[in-house]
């Protein structure tokens, strides 16, 4: 006797049929394998061209990388930070207008580089990392500023807000955008905005066999946008484009607005 099962594919994060998954941005089961990088399944959606790891690396084993394969921060080091902090210098000075007098928050924030130089435009600056050794170090080095060693999710609970969330290369490593967007969209007052970078699948410079692609390194790396479906993405959790910077590389640079 057949049996009908009803499936709520709208609760579903990706469903799969016959190698079809649910694409994490449109929503659509127009998912396709693409490819395999380091073992890991490349998908890209027929809908909106979002690439992404599929299934997504579970917890346990991004832990493991981290903790073995990443920066090697610890309390009292981190790599090249004379000249992090100098680069933080110098990068945050176009967002003086954005952050002076403002509560800001670095989303991603490693060793708190950036903190400390939106504080230096006078900000009011807070920073987020899931790294303990990262905030181990940003906790010592900035013993003035906020620093939270959390995953997104947890952190929304605070329910704090902020005129200003910068985001550097932070959207790329997460598995699957939902949380993180989440927690932009709880912590980003509104008519506040939002920057971020990371690197753009789009772009003109991105080898036409993207599986030669440098920023396709899973599991470091596990999603990639282009412009127009990482707008669709923000649209979706009340943003819009404030403004595009262009790029000589393939790397998005762009600020949202909140609505």
Known sequence: MNKEVNVNLSSCFSFNINGIAQCPVCRKIKAHFFFEKEGYPIYK????????????????????????????????????????????FWRSLPFAPYVARKDVLDMGCGGGFMVEA???LGARASGLDISENSIAYARTRWPHYNFYCEDPAAFRKRKLTFDFVFSSEVLEHVPGPDEF???LAAVTRPGGFVYISAPDAGHPAVPQDCAMWQDICPPEHLQWFNHNNLVLLFAQYGFKVHR????????????????
């Open 45 to 88: 959606c027929q809908g909106c061209d979002f690439l992404f790891t599929h299934p997504y690396p579970d917890d346990a084993t991004l832990a493991h990388h981290y903790a073995h394969n990443y920066r090697g921060a610890t309390a009292e080091f981190y790599p090249k930070a004379a000249d992090r902090r100098w680069r933080g």
């Open 118 to 120: 939106f504080a230096r």
């Open 181 to 183: 967007m989440k927690t």
């Open 244 to 259: 595009k910077y262009k790029s000589k590389s393939p790397a998005h640079s762009v600020i949202f607005q909140k609505i």
